[in-house]
């Protein structure tokens, strides 16, 4: 009796969840565009379809209606004018954020301004910092697979020109960041197929793929992609200094300055590599001009000024000085907290992102030995990114006359997520670790 009772309760909760996913489905829509994840976003709500007004929608807003209709991340958002107002539905953005189904978060409301969303159809970054960070995951419609839903992709399977695709197809800046495990382990179902990418290809289903499947990932092997944020200071005496602009839908445009402190500007600062936020005001210019206007809340829960930008006009823009080389991090303002100070010297290379590799501990500034345990692209890809370089492009060794210390770097322990200063062991080797990262590009200033 008690197993009978047990199975029907099964049952119950499976046809509750069943027609929970089901309404969800059933109740967002859009509508005129060139595919089921781009046009007119529509909400079903108390029986009644209609379109969502577009005010003060953000990507972040946005990636709840993508997630909801089963498309990829969020691309873009714009605010379509109509001729007159009609009944929409106005989206609350707190309800949303606390992961309430759109119709739930639903209220009426009359506008002209009509919201049009484009979602990318088959890729999807996930459980990273913004919308351009996270585990890559491949909408499939392979007919090997069991699953015809979402695919995780196995590192082996997925190089740089493939990264460049799919940061493109995502709306994000170039890829900064390509390594395993970043965003979580392999979760199945996994792709099964190489990716084969040329790099200009408009989307990542539009490549190539290799004829055999694989059949196993191992662990720590799922695709962790950073694509770079578009951001910039411009007309300013340094890179850390001017009007801050950001590129958002292929658009670079100022930042309002209405309302802006040194709190929202410090995320500016963080993802723009310069140091603490030292000042910000405003700048009054002459006539009304396109601008992004950046939702202070949505910034401050720790998402990137490219997700929290809604389009706006405005005759006030931001000017921002960050500090060039050192910083106060983990404090309880932004003039207290551990001070680090940024270098751009490596150690005799021919650019500061190549040479011999040294790590500071115990207040110690030594060499990395390569030896018994030789590095790899993939240890060597952290300490790319430490340096704030691009892709690790070679290892080498370089032979000492005589022994001298150093500092062994444990693979597992970096492979962890772990920093090479938190991974450092005492050591004597002849055996020295030349580095090789690639130069990041120089910021777009068109």
């Known amino acids: 009796m008690d197993?009978?009772?047990?199975?029907?309760?099964?049952?119950?909760?499976?046809?509750?969840?069943?027609?929970?996913?089901?309404?969800?489905?059933?109740?967002?829509?859009?509508?005129?565009?060139?595919?089921?994840?781009?046009?007119?976003?529509?909400?079903?709500?108390?029986?009644?379809?209609?379109?969502?007004?577009?005010?003060?929608?953000?990507?972040?807003?946005?990636?709840?209606?993508?997630?909801?209709?089963?498309?990829g991340s969020a691309v873009s958002v714009k605010q379509k004018e109509e001729s007159s107002y009609r009944s929409v539905w106005w989206i609350?953005?707190?309800?949303?954020?606390?992961?309430?189904?759109?119709?739930?978060?639903?209220?009426?409301?009359?506008?002209?301004?009509?919201?049009?969303?484009?979602?990318?159809?088959?890729?999807?970054?996930?459980?990273?910092?913004?919308?351009?960070?996270?585990?890559?995951?491949?909408?499939?419609?392979?007919?090997?697979?069991?699953?015809?839903?979402?695919?995780?992709?196995?590192?082996?399977?997925?190089?740089?020109?493939?990264?460049?695709?799919?940061?493109?197809?995502?709306?994000?800046?170039?890829?900064?960041?390509?390594?395993?495990?970043?965003?979580?382990?392999?979760?199945?179902?996994?792709?099964?197929?190489?990716?084969?990418?040329?790099?200009?290809?408009?989307?990542?289903?539009?490549?190539?793929?290799?004829?055999?499947?694989?059949?196993?990932?191992?662990?720590?092997?799922?695709?962790?992609?950073?694509?770079?944020?578009?951001?910039?200071?411009?007309?300013?005496?340094?890179?850390?200094?001017?009007?801050?602009?950001?590129?958002?839908?292929?658009?670079?445009?100022?930042v309002s300055g209405y309302y802006s402190t040194l709190k929202e500007a410090a995320v500016a600062c963080r993802e723009l590599d310069c140091g603490s936020a030292v000042s910000v005001g405003e700048r009054i210019e002459s006539s009304y001009r396109s601008v992004w206007g950046i939702m202070s809340d949505c910034v401050q829960s720790g998402s990137s000024l490219r997700d929290c930008a809604t389009s706006a006009s405005s005759d006030c823009t931001l000017d921002l000085t960050c500090s060039d080389s050192v910083r106060l991090v983990n404090g309880t303002n932004l003039c207290s907290g551990r001070l680090e100070v940024k270098s751009n010297q490596l150690v005799g290379g021919d650019s500061r992102c190549a040479g011999t590799l040294e790590v500071k501990y115990q207040g110690d500034w030594r060499p990395v030995r390569d030896g018994i345990s030789a590095w790899t692209l993939k240890e060597a890809a952290v300490a790319c990114r430490h340096l704030d370089c691009g892709p690790a492009v070679s290892v080498g060794r370089r032979n000492e006359s005589s022994l001298r210390s150093v500092w062994w770097i444990r693979s597992d322990c970096v492979q962890s997520g772990s920093s090479l200063r938190d991974c450092a062991t005492s050591d004597s080797s002849l055996y020295i670790l030349d580095l090789t990262c690639s130069v990041p590009p120089m910021r777009d200033a068109s």
């Open 3 to 71: 197993q009978l009772l047990v199975l029907l309760l099964l049952l119950w909760s499976s046809g509750l969840q069943a027609e929970e996913n089901h309404t969800s489905t059933e109740s967002v829509r859009l509508v005129g565009g060139d595919g089921r994840c781009a046009g007119t976003l529509e909400v079903k709500h108390q029986g009644d379809w209609r379109p969502v007004s577009g005010y003060y929608w953000t990507l972040k807003d946005a990636a709840v209606a993508c997630r909801e209709l089963d498309c």
């Open 92 to 254: 609350m953005s707190n309800c949303v954020h606390s992961r309430s189904a759109l119709r739930k978060c639903a209220t009426s409301d009359t506008s002209s301004a009509i919201l049009d969303l484009t979602c990318s159809d088959s890729v999807r970054l996930v459980n990273g910092t913004s919308l351009c960070s996270g585990r890559l995951e491949v909408k499939s419609n392979q007919s090997n697979q069991s699953n015809q839903g979402w695919s995780s992709v196995c590192e082996a399977d997925f190089d740089q020109q493939d990264a460049e695709v799919v940061c493109r197809e995502l709306g994000c800046g170039a890829p900064s960041v390509l390594q395993g495990a970043l965003y979580g382990e392999v979760e199945d179902p996994m792709w099964t197929k190489e990716f084969q990418c040329g790099g200009n290809e408009s989307a990542l289903l539009d490549c190539r793929s290799s004829d055999s499947d694989r059949n196993i990932c191992s662990p720590g092997k799922a695709v962790g992609l950073t694509c770079s944020e578009s951001v910039r200071l411009v007309g300013g005496d340094s890179r850390c200094a001017g009007t801050l602009e950001v590129k958002h839908q292929g658009d670079w445009r100022p």
